[in-house]
């Protein structure tokens, strides 16, 4: 069995789910149902989940402030969540679970087997890329953390010039830096980067258009870089990519 915590300040809410366990997640035990962060909290560090159910958007304290004074490494999390486009960019970005509200059965039923599988074989998780991140899309960050090889990298978002896909990962080109080797797909830059100034111009690039110099026309044409580089434009891009440089 997997012993979970539902963690959410709306009562029917909490129902909802644990009804939708019980009839559609036999394997899912709801040890506890909380009210709030502060029972959540002491209920984490008392009964010892092995999953947690944890609403984003409480009073006084929302789920990921909850993370953060908790050892979360010791448990699963799948986030639980009214449409919030700036948390879920950085949930997505960091390849984490999360259900919106109101909870579908299908994307439940798949998100506790990713959780059942990870649980006969759990890989460390580290929640600093999310937090991190969180900042970032509320606006108190102008640094992005990305995952390498090695491990975070804090990344200036006004230093990148270009992103460049590469297979599954992605690389980060710099102004007055090293390229940067990104764990990402260049689709989850998509999802992140704030599209009014990071455009995709082609299926393998995002530029930052305060780095472009220069747009030479053509088919589709190409940009000319502040590091010198061109980046085609494609034909199926260059109408939204010419609305944005226009507001430049």
């Not at 129902?15 to 009210?35: F, G, H, N, T």
């Not at 999390?77 to 949930?91: G, R």
């Not at 010039?161 to 007055?176: D, F, H, P, V």
């Amino acid at each position: 069995m997997i012993r979970s915590i539902i963690i959410d300040d709306e009562a029917d809410a909490r129902e909802s789910l644990r009804l939708l366990l019980q009839k559609y997640c036999p394997m899912v035990e709801v040890i506890s149902s909380c009210a709030g962060p502060e029972e959540g909290i002491l209920d984490i560090q008392q009964k010892k989940p092995d999953l947690v159910f944890l609403d984003i958007q409480m009073p006084a304290m929302s789920g990921f402030d909850l993370l953060e004074r908790v050892d979360h490494t010791s448990f699963q999390v799948i986030f639980v969540t009214a449409y919030d486009q700036y948390a879920i960019k950085a949930i997505r970005f960091s390849a984490l679970d999360y259900l919106l509200k109101p909870v579908d059965v299908e994307e439940l039923i798949s998100a506790v087997k990713r959780v059942s599988n990870l649980l006969t074989d759990p890989p460390p998780k580290d929640y600093s890329e999310l937090f991190h991140n969180i900042r970032h899309q509320f606006g108190k960050s102008d640094k992005l953390a990305v995952p390498t090889t090695t491990g975070l990298v804090f990344v200036d978002l006004q230093e990148i010039i270009y992103c460049k896909a590469s297979g599954s990962y992605t690389q980060l080109i710099l102004k007055g830096k090293k390229p940067i080797i990104v764990s990402k797909k260049l689709k989850d830059f998509t999802n992140i980067l704030d599209p009014g100034i990071y455009c995709r111009v082609h299926h393998s690039a995002i530029i930052n258009l305060n780095h472009i110099e220069a747009y030479v026309k053509g088919e589709g044409g190409y940009a000319i870089m502040s590091n010198g580089d061109h980046i085609d434009i494609s034909r199926r891009k260059k109408e939204e990519f010419m609305k944005l440089i226009s507001r430049l």
